[in-house]
């Protein structure tokens, strides 16, 4: 599953040394934060091709996954404009999908 290389310990390791050199996180947390990364992904990848759906699209835009995570006050864009990231991913919306299955 590709969802495994989203973030595995060794990045997150990577990440706790630049964040706070000299720290390291219990195999525990390590494992939580990552499973706490995979559901964040997958949950916002689903909410996202369920708008983009929504308004008639089988692909998932940008938009999509800044007006959820505005909505959900996950985020915010400061200085990024709809405009500035209109770029168009790939990813198609199929409703019977997670988002294991598009990453």
């Known amino acids: 599953v590709l969802m495994d290389a989203l973030l595995q310990h060794k990045d997150l390791q990577e990440l706790v040394e630049v964040v706070a050199p000299g720290e390291r996180l219990d195999a525990d947390v390590e494992q939580v934060l990552i499973e706490m990364a995979h559901e964040f992904v997958d949950s916002v990848t689903s909410f996202s091709c369920d708008l983009a759906s929504h308004r ?48």
């Open 56 to 103: 008639g699209s089988d692909e998932l835009e940008v938009k999509d996954v800044q007006f959820h995570l505005r909505k959900t006050g996950t985020f915010g864009f400061r200085g990024l404009s709809t405009k500035q990231a209109s770029f168009r991913s790939s990813l198609a919306c199929e409703p019977t999908h997670t988002a294991v299955d598009w990453l």
